[in-house]
C-alpha cells in the first residue's frame, strides 16, 4: 500500500533503513517502487537503502519478545 502511494504521489526520493525482502516495495518479488513497467507511474523514485541500518537492526531487535 505504502509504494502505491508514493508512485501515485510520484515522490521523487524514499530513503530507508532496513529491507525487508518478503513484503518490500523494493526487494521483494513485486518490487513496485522500481518497477520500470507502471507507464503511467514514471519515472520511478530515486531508492537510497542501508542510511543506519545498524540502528534500525538494534531498534528492531529491541522489540522482538
Known sequence: MCSY?????RIAA???GRNTPLIGGVTS?????T?????????????IGGVLEEEC????KRSEP
Open 29 to 33: 518479488a513485486h518490487p513496485i517502487l
Open 35 to 47: 518497477a520500470a513497467d507502471f507507464d503511467p507511474w514514471r519515472p520511478a523514485p530515486e531508492v
Open 5 to 9: 502511494v508514493i508512485r501515485q504521489a
Open 57 to 60: 537492526l538494534a531498534l528492531r
Open 14 to 16: 524514499v530513503v530507508h
